[in-house]
């Protein structure tokens, strides 16, 4: 996948509580949460925003409640993926379960600001900030994550793992499994979980 | 081979392997899995979606409304209403309606569902809070919640481990919220990013098990994936007692780091030095002491949440407050964590302390913590709350400004009407033994009804 598209910048520590307020966490639809994306931090963003568009965050971007409303409004919003210099780790697993695309790119916030155009490159695992001329290479998702995001996110993965029997071994409900990475090299670098 | 941590013991076990490292990928049996009124709903939906019609075992899913109850609209009614319905149909016993429950994270170590060596999957960023009785758990997202209630499991990478090595002696006023306060402003919002935060050393002796679990509960705040303690005297004295009170005996592994562990890297920290700690806005890492902060006038003071509204809690404000009023410009809220503290303060009389001192005292929820409702912040406003998080907007309007501290220094300010340490009121510091007396502040203790049978409830 690549994108070519405006960024919405930010800086660091963009937590779940300017995402998505609680004060909207009575609705699960991800249409109505997206009307107060970003509210209580940049007011014109929902206006602003075009389907398609990148938003950028700097360190620990969601960072505090666990709401996967957070991802559900940003992609209910439109944005197509989101490069941050790190993410907080309950929104990193909740952005790709529900096959929202994140990317972790150290430097990217570097003199970047919004209207800039960025190019993510997410097979290449590599993202450029075109008005500015720089070019960042991008920490690559695990394969199991990745098949995780393409499939749309954790809940038809599952769905279509038990359909083929590609899972075995739960001790849960026959016939349903997460799936296993186990196997999977570990990688001390990976910010994943 | 190094030895392994606590937190790679208890997921060793859950994984099924002998021993596993950091950056490990494992499958893990899950003993808890919480959801709560914001986040289970969604994994509800997310369940049915999947297709699958029974839950993995029932008796293994604790349900708990916290955040918007007694429902505040027709919106969070149906909220509830999910959940309900949910329970009754898969047969989740562990369901607490308004009035039997309260805030998750005090209320399942309190009603024995987390014991020690468990893994507890929570759908909700405090469920590190677990992590004070030995368990190793962590907040996730709905749909990690789902799959976890359709099959059991859950895929983790193994945490490398943090240690916080605590010495010396607490001096006057300085529980464990001053503690962790302390260590995420030297940490940082995120320096614990990813892994696991664990609490060791000769300090922890002298801090009650409602202490531990504030060490536990604000892990998140340092990004951490988890918090935990290993269980000692105190720990084992709390959990048997909660059993004992609930008639949910059971056994459960007690685990410890070895010696030879492998640390990320190794905190040391005098609590003899420490002093009542204040994080200003809007960050839990702007953490200082009380004494070098800016006497700022406050319009709210809210002595609750999942981080202080435990009987300990209730006792150290209680002690400021008797006697004492609230200074009139002063809206004082005190709202304890469950229904159990809530009976423990009323018949400790602590409750007629915080009316007479002019606060208004709620049932159990969550609500003004995250701005849910009750309690609400309007542009400017300033308070000085017990709870996790002062980020931009998270008590109500996003120009409210929100000061993170114990509820010592919380009630000091409610009487003097402006940021205060405790010291300022005039009052001797508690004896904390008193405090957090019996184990880890048993609702158990004056003569309420576990004599007779052993069941409290």
Redesign the interface.
Known sequence: MIVEAIGHVYGD?V?T??II???Y????EAEELARHCME??DAEFVSRVRPGDVMVGG??FG???????A?LAIKGSGISVIVAE?F???FF??AV??GLPIVECPGVTEDAATGDVFRVDLDEGIVENVTRGKRFAATPL?PFMQEILDAG???PW??RRTKTGGAS?????PG???????G?P???D???? | MPGMTITEKVLARAAGHESVRPGDLVMVRVDLAMGNDVTAPVSIKRFKELGVERVWDPSKIALVPSHFVPAKDIASAGLMMSMRGFAREQGIEHFFELGRGGIEHILLPQEALALPGMVIIGADSHSCTYGAVGAFSTGVGSTDLAAVFATGEIWLRVPESVRFVYEGRPGPWVIGKDLILSVIGQVGDDGCAYQAMEHTGPALAHLSQDSRFTLANMAIEAGAKSGIIAPDEVTLDYVRARQAATGRVREFPVDASDPDAEYAATHTIDVSALEPQVSLPSLPSKAEPVSQAERVAVDQVFIGSCTNAKIEDLRIAAHILRGRTADPRVRLMVIPATQEIWKQANEEGLLQIFAAAGATVSTPTCGACLGGHMGVLGPGEVCVSTSNRNYVGRMGHREAKVFLASPAVAAATAVLGRLAHPDEVGVEPPDMALMSRGPGAPLVAAGTAVAEGGAAR
């Open positions: 520590n937590d509580d300017v307020p609680a004060r966490l009575t609705s699960t209580d931090l360190r620990n960072s505090g409640s666990s709401r996967e409303h991802p790190s907080a780790r309950i697993r909740n379960n529900v695990p996110g954790l809940m599952v769905a071994g739960s001790s849960g409900t349903v499994a997460v799936g296993v990475p186990e999977e570990p990688q001390a990976w910010r994943l979980d």
